[in-house]
């Protein structure tokens, strides 16, 4: 832009540098007009591309969020029908925590409320997938509880 502002400038100095110059004062006023509307078109020019050239960024953008989302959700689903194990590892670390920023309940400061919250919130089936401390240490070969639990979960966590 700095560049584009540069090229009228001058070419408006040097059109006041022809018009000193000329007695006939109609060719002046031609030129005159003829590098404003040059500049003008130019800068017309400039202001859609540039605009242009922003949308495109902006939808890039969310076409690599929304790529990113679908490549997680499609982790996190393969991860609840795997094994237990994997379950264990990197689901319900992450629901834990998830439900501690939602109820307001933290496992380090009152660990009977965070169960009870627990409890109460997902019922006894569920909340054994999310309870931190419901770790198998021999169950690495035992199946997930599968995308249809992992879906009441979310579902009981978005109520919060």
Not at 6 to 33: E, H, K, M, P, Y
Not at 42 to 60: F, I, K, N, P, S
Not at 114 to 123: N, S, T, V
Request: net charge positive; glycine share 8%.
């Amino acid at each position: 832009m700095t560049k584009l502002v540069l090229a009228g400038l001058g070419l408006v100095v040097a059109v006041q540098l022809f018009a000193i110059t000329q007695l006939d004062r109609q060719l002046v006023v031609g030129v005159s007009g003829a590098a404003l509307g040059c500049v003008l078109i130019a800068v017309r020019w400039h202001l859609t591309h540039q605009t242009a050239t922003y949308e495109d960024a902006a939808t890039g953008d969310a076409g690599a969020s929304l790529r990113r989302w679908l490549s997680r959700t499609e982790t996190l689903i393969s991860w609840s029908e795997s094994s237990r194990s994997d379950w264990d590892r990197r689901l319900r670390p992450m629901l834990a925590r998830q439900f501690e920023l939602a109820s307001g309940q933290r496992k380090a400061k009152d660990p009977k409320a965070f169960h009870a919250a627990g409890r109460m919130l997902f019922g006894e089936q569920l909340w054994r997938w999310v309870d931190p401390e419901n770790i198998s240490r021999d169950g690495g070969q035992e199946a997930g509880p599968g995308r249809e639990t992992l879906n009441d979960i979310l579902q009981r966590l978005e109520q919060l």
